[in-house]
Structure formats: structure tokens, C-alpha cells
């Protein structure tokens, strides 16, 4: 990693022209920085912009971009929310000292294939706000190739009545060989596979299928299977593509019955 | 560029590279006790406290330091002293190069959970590795260093 220049704004507006030149990007909590091989012109850090916080009203929870991984874990509002998921997969990302600089808006931007975080995101069917593209669904920005735009905050609609997360590690502080994870948001079930190793997708053959049928623990097995085969999976130093198709059978049926219990 | 951050309660003035890490800045100044081993954030050897939170100064640029409070070993020595004492008295120090972010750890934990019991210690030093001793003693050791009974 080699950083020529390295800002911190005190506007979103001087942030947006600074990000708008070549070589430029935001560093968020720069927790993963040294996993590529980076060559940054202007490394612009958004500490200074107020982006570090939760806020709840009537209708969403908003979390400011800049707040780290272990404020989600900890902060009361997080964890009595969502069945508690967010705080669960915030909790399970390595050690404490990584999770204090780890921020949610660097999970995001990152688009790790390994992120448990991703995963609860999307289950819930989370929505991210930037400067210049606005508000869009999270599952919109994951499959976008914008990279020149400041991730603000995201909302998470209280419309979700239950959620679960499962995540499968060898070692408690390493990436996830898989992780999953199921929710009912406004009464319709959303189901991810995240870690397989590329980034997280949603289930939406297993979504379908149990969208239209009562809930037991056949159709729980059910979404299992149906996940499995329509996830594509791969290896790597982990696991095996075969291993995480095993795995997800049995992850997304523990999701999906502890969802519709 | 310049950076001012505070060390163990006294302020500096330091001129940084960019890509400069908070490890190496550290060591620069001549702050030794801060190691450094894998590199990734994996194993917690590189810890110190930001703000009083430990976080991995091995993946923590420098220059986002600038403004805040760092602490390491020599900072917390009262704490150190009594917290080591009761690691020798269990046989929980070996090589010894994992000790001082693990005691930082430890020091930080104490003064961030009341009352934790033993899982949610297993839980906050899970980035923390040691090589050397198995982590019985060390847990016994942070066990009786937190005042939990069981």
C-alpha cells in the first residue's frame, strides 16, 4: 500500500471534490487496506464529517457510515433490533481490536466477499444513502459498479418482524467458511448466502418457495436444498465449493425454521 | 506531513510518511514494546489503545491517529504490574512477545465490561493469539485480575 497524500475534510462537499479527482478514494476505518496492494493518490478520511451514529425514529434505524463494528455490537438500539443479527454478525468479525476501526461504510464500499456484516444487511433488506446517487436498496449498490460516490449512512426499515444469522468458522477470530442469514421484512422472507467465498446473494429460489407455503420444518429443509443449488459456490483456502454446498443446506434450514418459529 | 498525537500522556509532534502505519511511527519514536507479527490484524501482538479502545496498530494508518490518545505498555504500568504479577503467578508467560498487547487487552476490557463472565472474556480476547501457553493460564490469571468467581 503506498498513500501519497492523505486528507481529512471537514465538509461532505470538500470530501465529494476531493474523491471527484484521479488516484483519490475514502479510506473508511482502513481496517482492510492492507489486503490489496493499493496505489492511493488523495486517501480521504471521513472522521472529522459527523458520520458516527445510530438514530432511531417511527419508521428506520440509521447508522452513519463512519460507525464502527464494535459501537454495532455494543450500542443498545442495534442489539434490541432486527432479532439482534446485526450485533451477532458484527460480534463474529475477528478480533475487538479490529471491530474499533472496522466501519459499516467500509463494509459496504469494500464489498467483501467475506463480510458477515454484508449479509445481515441484505437480509433486512437494508438501504444505503450517498452524496451525489441518494438513497438505493443495498442489494442495488452490491451490484453497482459506482466507486467515486461518499456512502452517508444506512436505513434499515423497522418493518422486519424476525431475523436470524448463522456463520460457520473454523477458528472464532477468521473469515467465514459460509454464513447466512434469514429475515421476514414486511412479511415477505429474504434469505442470504454470503462467504461462499465471493459476495453475499440472495436465495431467491428458496425465497419464493417458502413465500408461498406454510411454514414447517419440511419446507425449512426445503429452502435448504433449493439455496444450495441455485448459489454458486467456490473454493479456497477454507473450504471446498462442494463443502459450502453442504454447509449452506444446513445453515439456511437452522435460518428459515428460527424465522418462521 | 505532520501529525500531533498524544503517547502515553505526552504530546508529539511527528512528521509522518502517509503510508506510514501507527506500528511503525510508534517504533520510530522509540516506543519498542509494541511488536508486531502477522501483519493482518489476526493476532492482537500489535495492540495498543486509541482513545483508551485497542485496535491493531500494525493495520492503523498514522496519520489517523492525528488528534487522539494512544497508550501503550509504558502508559498503563500500575495496571501492568498487578495484572503481570497475577499472569507470572499462573504460569501464563512464556516467550512473552504476545504480553503487551495482551495485557493492553486485558486493561481495556476491564475498564469497558462490569462484571464480564468467563465467555464474554473468551469473547474479547479472541484476537489476542499466544503461541506459547495454551490460554488456561491466562485466563485464570484475567479471571482473578477481573474479580470473576467462577
Redesign the interface.
Known amino acids: 500500500?503506498?498513500?501519497?497524500?492523505?486528507l481529512?475534510p471537514d465538509s461532505l462537499q470538500q470530501a465529494n471534490e476531493l474523491l471527484s479527482e484521479n488516484g483519490a478514494v475514502i479510506?473508511g476505518g482502513?481496517?482492510?487496506?492492507?489486503?490489496g496492494d493499493l496505489e492511493i493518490e488523495k486517501?480521504i478520511?471521513l472522521?472529522n464529517l459527523g458520520l458516527h451514529y445510530v438514530e432511531e425514529n417511527n419508521e428506520f434505524i440509521e447508522i452513519g457510515a463512519m460507525t464502527t463494528l464494535?459501537e454495532l455490537e455494543m450500542n443498545s438500539i442495534i442489539n434490541k433490533s432486527f432479532s439482534g443479527i446485526l450485533s451477532k454478525a458484527a460480534?463474529s468479525i475477528?478480533?475487538?481490536?479490529?471491530r474499533?476501526?472496522a466501519t459499516i461504510g467500509g463494509s459496504i464500499y469494500g464489498k467483501y466477499g467475506f463480510s458477515d456484516l454484508l449479509t445481515a444487511l441484505l437480509a433486512l433488506n437494508a438501504q444505503v444513502e450517498l452524496y451525489n446517487a441518494g438513497l438505493m436498496s443495498l442489494e442495488s449498490y452490491l451490484e453497482s459498479s459506482m466507486d467515486k460516490d461518499i456512502i452517508l449512512k444506512v436505513r434499515i426499515s423497522k418493518g422486519v418482524s424476525k431475523a436470524y444469522f448463522e456463520c460457520f468458522k473454523k477458528v472464532?477470530?477468521d473469515f467465514s467458511v459460509l454464513n447466512t442469514a434469514a429475515a421476514i421484512v414486511k412479511g415477505k422472507l429474504r434469505i442470504c448466502v454470503g462467504a461462499r467465498p465471493a459476495r453475499v446473494r440472495l436465495a431467491k429460489g428458496a425465497m419464493s418457495f417458502l413465500n408461498i407455503i406454510d411454514s414447517t420444518n419440511t419446507a425449512a429443509e426445503m429452502a435448504g436444498i433449493l439455496a444450495s443449488e441455485e448459489i454458486q459456490f467456490g473454493s479456497d483456502i477454507r473450504a471446498s465449493a462442494e463443502y459450502r454446498k453442504e454447509l449452506c443446506r444446513t445453515l439456511v434450514k437452522r435460518c428459515v425454521l428460527e424465522v418462521l418459529q | 506531513m505532520k501529525i500531533e498525537i498524544n503517547i502515553n500522556n505526552n504530546s508529539k509532534c511527528i512528521e509522518i510518511n502517509p503510508s506510514e502505519t501507527l506500528y511503525e511511527v510508534l517504533h520510530r519514536c522509540g516506543v519498542t514494546s509494541v511488536k508486531k507479527a502477522c501483519g493482518t490484524s489476526s493476532c492482537g501482538i500489535c495492540t495498543v489503545l486509541l482513545d483508551g479502545r485497542p485496535i491493531p496498530s500494525c493495520s492503523f494508518l498514522a496519520a489517523k491517529a492525528d488528534g487522539h490518545h494512544i497508550t501503550t505498555i509504558e502508559g498503563v504500568q500500575e495496571e501492568a504490574n498487578s495484572l503481570g504479577a497475577l499472569m507470572n503467578g499462573e504460569g501464563a508467560v512464556q516467550c512473552g512477545f504476545c504480553t503487551p498487547g495482551f495485557l493492553l487487552t486485558v486493561i481495556a476490557m476491564k475498564k469497558e465490561l462490569s462484571n464480564p463472565d468467563e465467555q464474554q472474556i473468551k469473547n474479547y480476547l479472541v484476537g489476542n493469539l499466544c503461541r506459547c501457553t495454551g490460554y488456561e493460564g491466562q485466563l485464570r490469571a484475567v479471571k482473578r485480575y477481573m474479580g470473576v468467581s467462577k
Open positions: 500500500m503506498n498513500i501519497k497524500e492523505y481529512r479510506i482502513g481496517a482492510f487496506m492492507h489486503l486517501a478520511d472522521q464494535r460480534a475477528m478480533g475487538v481490536q479490529v474499533n476501526i472464532s477470530a
